[in-house]
T-cell receptor, first 117, second 114 residues
Framework: AQTVTQSQPEMSVQEAETVTLSCTYD???????LFWYKQPPSRQMILVIR??????QNATENRFSVNFQKAAKSFSLKISDSQLGDAAMYFC??????????????FGTGTSLTVIP | DTGVSQDPRHKITKRGQNVTFRCDPI?????LYWYRQTLGQGPEFLTY????????KSRLLSDRFSAERPKGSFSTLEIQRTEQGDSAMYLC????????????FGNGTRLTVT
């Protein structure tokens, strides 16, 4: 099974500042998909941003962007102009394109983000 | 799009009892997933349905766990003879066809086995 590693259990950021959450993964595949999910306290997990491995251009969704380094197997999430509502647990996820395992999403252990007013 | 619905939100049961959870996916999604999440961990894959067919099961899933998705609509996850180690959040998610399609999660069912 693919391994997804989030090495920062907790992070904090001042409101309006920028923060970067790290994610690395282990795979021998050349094509795959990567996702960042946000899980606010006691609320459902929602998609933040996604990236296709064969696309070199980094994905951007409003204040959220990724730094995808395929050779380094790194997929970090940058949150600009942090807002109080960004406080949540953030999970990085990997999805294979292989037929026998491509239906599974592999998740990291998460990074808990605190936004300081 | 009314979202993924899970019932119940919370379940407390005694060890050895059977429990059943229900998930109603987004209506146009043909894929349905069950995940388990424990404190401080990311979601762990349990099983996956495409329409009514259960296509994948985690090797970690013991034979006390069974899932169904009759008629390719809602799904149920049953745990027989519950153990304290089964205490966790059970998440249901659905998605459209296509590997780039993201998962849409429900609020989860929190199971506590006493």
């Amino acid at each position: 099974a693919q391994t997804v590693t989030q090495s920062q259990p907790e992070m904090s950021v001042q409101e309006a500042e920028t923060v970067t959450l790290s994610c690395t993964y282990d795979t021998s595949e050349s094509d795959y998909y990567l996702f960042w999910y946000k899980q606010p306290p006691s609320r459902q997990m929602i998609l933040v941003i996604r990236q296709e491995a064969y696309k070199q251009q980094n994905a951007t969704e409003n204040r959220f962007s990724v730094n995808f380094q395929k050779a380094a197997k790194s997929f970090s999430l940058k949150i600009s102009d942090s807002q109080l509502g960004d406080a949540a647990m953030y999970f990085c996820a990997y999805r294979s394109t292989l037929m026998n395992t491509g239906n599974q999403f592999y998740f990291g252990t998460g990074t808990s983000l605190t936004v300081i007013p | 799009d009314t979202g993924v619905s899970q019932d119940p939100r919370h379940k407390i049961t005694k060890r050895g009892q059977n429990v059943t959870f229900r998930c109603d996916p987004i209506s146009e999604h043909n894929r349905l997933y069950w995940y388990r999440q424990t404190l401080g961990q990311g979601p762990e894959f349990l099983t996956y349905f495409q329409n009514e067919a259960q296509l994948e099961k985690s090797r970690l899933l013991s034979d006390r766990f069974s899932a169904e998705r009759p008629k390719g609509s809602f799904s149920t996850l049953e745990i027989q003879r519950t153990e304290q180690g089964d205490s966790a959040m059970y998440l249901c998610a659905s998605s459209r066809q296509g590997r780039y399609s993201p998962l849409h999660f429900g609020n989860g069912t929190r199971l506590t086995v006493t």
